[in-house]
């Protein structure tokens, strides 16, 4: 059983304030550093950069003996070997790029890198080793304020946090490899977080093992495109209150619950695949209190329930397909004018269970494998309406334990009775136009 | 030799058999007589083990008979009507006859002969009629050299020649000592062939004798009357 | 054990040369046909070939072994005037009967597979998961039906018995499992309704198909019990001796009525 995402916004919101003091002191010393930077990016520079190399014999041996002798826009090449580094400040434009085998530990009982300063690019390098704290989100990277961050290519594992931006826009965050402790839900943190930022690109990460894979909380316009997340503990991708922005292409598999979009309007959600979410309410996607989104050309898969739909409203969810879920959709009853169109359903125990015999949402043009009606006009569509719900569905809702008696004839008599004659299953949920054929 | 002591047999309150006692003599014809519902099925099924006594006791030659049913080697049977799987072809049920109980009949082949049945072998049981049956079924029943023949109403279904083969047929087993058994409606069959008599009345013994000690003690010289007598006598 | 054998041999080629076989094995091929025509993928196939066999074999292997048991009693009372025991006879009755509905089973569904279905590893487990469980239940339901054919002298009589078994097995048993679950819905159910699930062998068949094909559906809710106890061992020991007591329990009893019986 998962925690309710309302009690958990208290519990992080506390963690998120002994963060933000903490901080507090490092964010002066930003501000006096993007000072300093804009400064020096007024002035002309002669070069673009210089290149400096941090050896263990050298005499940069460590990162921070790098960072000290690097001017603004030097790329600091760190070669092979292990490095420490305690919540070490980049507090100027810099280029961390690792050469193979370059390995970053935590140094302290806090996080790797804090990035303060704009136009900071870390790739190629290997960062291990943040240790769980119950007061602080310590992450293996911090970006904190800034802008133009890319991270990218790096390999980020056992870490308690992988990737935190707070207050960040235009950054990217791509490639990248985090693989969290597969701890318990209480000692993981989540692989790439994002919290008050904008403009982010997240793209082509691969995330397993953590809390929540990717973490987005009052986040704008922003791209998560093309990411795996895996095995991670609670959600593979968590959206709060982060309008107008869009996930596609993502690969969701054996994650406690695939993705939760919540408090949130204007969502694009396309072309993801949401695979084998299981257990006690596990979902696939999951949609609490949404507006004005799209769920289009996604493949649910194998889930317990494929989607989730509460308290949301003016969605589209078209072209996807729900395939060998335990319940393709369930879809509650404080639910306004979804439009549910064009989907193939195929092979789930439940098409579509609901709370209520109230449905203020349209079904049309769905393929529907427990479909057996005739398509005698020859139009593409049966001639008889489908009614997704089931008899049984509904006794499954009000009687979990019944669900033993599944595919048994008792049952599948009283859903073909029901069928026939509906008397118990909302009324209006309906797909008068099933589609003959699979849709996609 | 084969006797009975005390059988009673109930089905449910119904008593089929009450306290029945008769022996079967090697080289002697025991005739059972009596009215339908009499008890001469019962008795035969129970000397065969098909129906299970309520009480009294089965001895053959002095013995209980064994559960695995080897008593039954010895035993020729002929049922009432002649009832084979409707599938088999005739030479198919002597095949299974002789593989269930794993051993070469001794005289098949001349009892087949004696019957005249080499034609109908081949045919299927069902497409047979009554009279070959039951001529197959004397085949199953003797083929063995059985020491007890149990017939039951064998002449019902044959024409006069194969009537006449079949008695000729159980004079000769008599005479190699075997007992037989036999129940009729066709008292004179039993006035040609009978040594002894069993009358049953009720699930009772009315008599139990030889044919000659009836006619002497009824006075009567026809087997006919001398049973009418004696039912009367019962009745009276 | 030689009787037995030859028994069930005769049994075997009588009932190979009936109609009976025919229909019987035409039933399941056209039906796994059918299933394939309407639906594409065959590990699907699998599944309502499950549905099928849990509502069909029961009913198929009850009627068939009581019918063939009223068509051949006089095969029946030949044997008996035979040197053979009644054991012999009742155990290759039985092992004959069951042996040519297996068959007949495992024919009418395997040639359609062979022909229609996929090499796919996980779709051949499910077939042989289909043949195991219907073997099974083929099992239980012949020993039933000839426990009550040897009760019941009248065919009449014996048909309305196993007829009601039948309804009893399939769907009686589960509408009282369903009044009760929401009868007695605010106490936990999960442990009673496990334990019901094992004591009907129909019920018990469809709880180990569930465990693999609607896995999804069964860890969504209460069903992770089932998973759990299904995923072990000692589930399937559980099962297994569930089943062979209900197979063995009626030969038992079949066994000494039969010894006991009138002809």
Redesign the interface.
């Known amino acids: 059983m998962l925690p309710m995402p309302g009690m958990l916004g208290g519990e992080s919101m506390r963690l998120r304030m002994t963060m933000a003091r903490e901080i507090a002191s490092v964010r002066l010393f930003a501000a006096v550093t993007c000072l300093l930077t804009a400064l020096v990016l007024m002035v002309p520079s002669p070069a673009k950069g210089r290149t400096l190399w941090v050896h263990p014999d050298s005499t940069l041996a460590t990162i921070s003996q790098g960072i000290g002798a690097a001017q603004s826009h030097d790329t600091l090449v760190i070669s092979v070997g292990t490095y420490s580094a305690d919540s070490l400040i980049i507090g100027i434009p810099l280029t961390l790029s690792g050469q193979p085998g370059a390995i970053v530990r935590a140094g302290g009982k806090r996080g790797i890198f804090v990035v303060t300063a704009p136009h900071v690019t870390i790739r190629n390098l290997h960062l291990t080793g943040v240790q769980a704290s119950f007061t602080a989100e310590h992450a293996a990277i911090l970006l904190e304020g800034v802008s133009h961050v890319t991270i990218e290519d790096n390999i980020i594992d056992n870490c308690f946090f992988g990737i935190y931006a707070a207050n960040s826009f235009a950054c990217t965050i791509s490639r990248n490899q985090v693989i969290g402790r597969q701890d318990r839900l209480t000692t993981a943190g989540n692989g790439i977080h994002l919290w008050y930022c904008r403009d982010i690109a997240v793209i082509g990460n691969s995330v397993s093992s953590h809390r929540d894979g990717i973490y987005m909380e009052f986040v704008r316009s922003s791209v998560v495109d093309r990411n795996q997340c895996r095995d991670n503990l609670r959600y593979g991708l968590h959206y709060m209150f982060s309008d107008s922005s869009q996930y596609a292409g993502n690969f969701f598999c054996r994650n406690a619950a695939g993705v939760a979009v919540m408090y949130t309007s204007n969502v694009l959600m396309q072309d993801n695949v949401f695979d084998?979410s299981?257990?006690?309410?596990?979902y696939g996607l999951l949609l609490k209190d949404i507006r004005d989104s799209r769920v289009v050309g996604n493949k649910f898969t194998?889930?317990?329930?494929g989607v989730h739909i509460e308290g949301s409203d003016r969605i589209v969810l078209a072209h996807n397909l729900f395939k060998?879920?335990?319940?393709a959709m369930r879809l509650m009853a404080n639910c306004l004018d979804n439009s549910i169109r064009e989907n193939d359903f195929i092979?789930n125990?439940?098409a579509v269970a609901t709370n209520s015999r109230q449905n203020h949402s349209s079904f049309d043009g769905n393929y529907w494998?427990d479909y057996r009606g005739f398509d005698l006009d020859r139009d593409g569509y049966g001639d008889t309406p489908f009614r997704p719900v089931s008899l049984f569905s509904l006794?499954?809702e009000?009687?979990?334990?019944?669900?033993?008696?599944?595919?048994?004839?008792?049952?599948?008599?009283l859903d073909l009775a029901e069928r026939t004659i509906p008397t118990l299953t909302p009324e209006t949920l309906v797909d008068t136009r099933p589609s003959m054929g699979p849709n996609l | 030799m084969i006797e009975t002591k005390g059988l009673t047999k109930y089905f449910g309150s119904f008593a089929a058999l009450r306290d029945v006692s008769i022996a079967l003599h090697p080289g002697r014809l025991t005739g059972i007589i009596g009215p339908n519902g009499s008890g001469k099925s019962t008795l035969i099924k129970c000397l065969l083990g098909l129906v299970r006594p309520s009480d009294g006791l089965v001895l053959h030659n002095g013995r209980l008979p064994d559960t695995g049913g080897s008593y039954r080697a010895h035993i020729g049977y002929m049922p009432q009507r002649a009832t084979f799987p409707g599938d088999l072809t005739g030479r198919e049920v002597l095949a299974l006859v002789s593989k269930l109980r794993s051993e070469k009949p001794h005289r098949m082949d001349s009892l087949i002969d004696l019957f005249d049945l080499h034609r109908d072998l081949n045919k299927r049981v069902r497409t047979l009629s009554g009279g070959t049956r039951q001529k197959l079924s004397a085949v199953v029943a003797g083929m063995y050299d059985p020491t007890l023949l149990i017939l039951d109403e064998p002449t019902a279904g044959l024409d006069t020649g194969a009537s006449k083969v079949f008695k000729g047929y159980v004079s000769e087993q008599l005479k190699q000592g075997c007992a037989v058994l036999m129940t009729t409606h066709i008292i004179s069959d039993l006035e040609e062939m009978a040594d002894d008599i069993v009358l049953l009345v009720d699930g009772t013994v009315s008599y139990a004798g030889s044919v000659r000690e009836l006619k002497l003690t009824t006075d009567r010289p026809l087997l006919e009357a001398a049973v009418a007598e004696i039912l009367q006598q019962g009745a009276a | 054990m030689t009787i037995v054998r030859q028994i069930s041999g005769f049994v075997i080629r009588d009932i190979l040369r009936s109609r009976w076989s025919i229909a019987n094995t035409m039933f399941f091929a056209i039906a796994t046909a059918g299933l394939f025509y309407l639906q594409a993928d065959s590990a699907r196939v699998a599944v309502s070939i499950s549905s099928l066999s849990l509502v069909f074999i029961p009913l198929i292997s009850l009627i068939y072994t009581a019918m063939y048991y009223y068509n051949s009693r006089d095969f029946i009372e030949l044997i008996l005037t035979q040197p053979i025991g009644r054991r012999s006879v009742f155990l290759g009755l039985l092992l004959g009967i069951l042996i040519s509905l297996v068959a007949g089973f495992i024919t009418g569904i395997g040639i359609p597979y062979v022909i229609l279905g996929s090499s796919d590893w996980t779709d051949i487990s499910a077939v042989i998961a289909v043949i195991v469980i219907a073997i099974a239940l083929s099992s239980i339901f012949a020993a039933l039906a000839l426990v009550a054919a040897t009760r019941c002298d009248d065919r009449g009589k014996g048909l309305a018995v196993i007829l009601g078994m039948w309804l009893v097995a399939a769907v009686l048993y589960d509408g009282l499992v369903l009044a009760a679950a929401t009868a007695l819905a605010e106490y936990p159910m999960e442990t009673p309704l496990l334990i019901a699930s094992l004591a009907n062998p129909v019920d018990l068949s469809r709880v180990l198909f569930l465990v693999h094909s609607d896995m999804a559906a069964l860890m969504g809710y209460t069903g992770a019990v089932f998973i759990r106890f299904f995923d072990q061992p000692i589930g399937l020991v559980v099962a297994t001796v569930s089943l062979l007591a209900w197979f063995a329990a009626p030969v038992w009893y079949g066994l000494r009525r039969f010894n006991l019986k009138d002809f």
């Open positions: 084998q299981w257990g006690g309410a596990s194998s889930n317990s329930i060998d879920n335990g319940w092979d125990s439940f494998s006794l499954v009000s009687h979990p334990p019944t669900l033993v008696l599944l595919r048994s004839l008792l049952v599948n008599v």
